[in-house]
């Protein structure tokens, strides 16, 4: 059977599951929210154009209303200033949306210490266990901060000093960046950076290293309870938005079952 008609029939018989690692996209997604004097993003948001109605008899549809690091999102590297001259996400070949994936759990971490940071040893503990990490994959970095994702207030977590949410250490961005041979970091959060990252010197380091280094962000990824350590298949969507920082994405993994 040609190679194409395996992978249908086995979806089909679910010996490949399809996990959505995708937030639903409504006005109470979550969003970054900068303090003061920086630029922040709208909600989402639908325009109604029509509904069966005198604008449109027979049809419905609306203008959608989106920032582009809005929801389950794909950060590409001319986001950041490190990458400036880097790919837009109308550039990220499309042959590198699919790509497998390893999941990290830090959750029972995540969950004592909303500050908690990855460092390169934890990684490196953990491909001493697994393997290494996948050439031009993904390191999906679970937290269990996807279950917080229905509320703005619990999913950036503020204090008066600020959000609290994991992330990566300064040093561990740099490893990623420069060292592991992914292409890029997912995460559960609202960023792929840590809540306090504005604090950090030089700040927001997973931003500045992996986009200066021509690699990516997942943000706001969903379910990754649901994938085994080693062995999915990440099919990333972005939307390619000529000269966009990022986009919206349908992120989906392919699970082998047993
Ligand atoms: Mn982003």
Known sequence: MPLLDQL????????????????????????????????????????????????GPAWYWN???????????????????????????????AASLIAPAV???????AARDPDFLLEPEHILAWTADHGPLPDGG??????????????QAEFLNASETGPHTPGVSIECARWLAEEAPVAGLGV??????????????????CHAALLGAGKYGLTQLQNLAALPP???????GPLPITGGSGSPARVLALVERS
């Open 188 to 205: 559960e959060t609202v960023g792929t950076d840590a809540g306090t990252a504005h604090s950090f010197d030089p700040p927001f380091p």
């Open 103 to 109: 999941v990290l759990d830090f959750s029972e971490q």
């Open 63 to 93: 203008n959608i209303i989106t920032g582009e690091h809005t929801g389950t999102h794909f950060d590409a590297p001319v986001h950041w200033i490190t990458g400036r001259d880097g790919a837009d996400v109308a550039d990220v070949p």
């Open 8 to 55: 249908v029939a086995a979806i089909r018989a679910a010996e490949i599951e399809v996990v959505d690692l995708t937030a639903r996209l409504e006005a109470s997604t979550p969003i970054i929210q900068l303090p003061p004097p920086f630029g922040n993003t709208v909600p989402f948001g639908l325009q109604e154009i029509s509904r069966y109605d005198d604008r």
């Open 138 to 151: 993904w390191l999906l970095y679970r937290t269990g901060w996807d279950a917080r994702s229905g509320s």
């Open 230 to 236: 080693t062995g999915a298949v990440v099919i990333a």
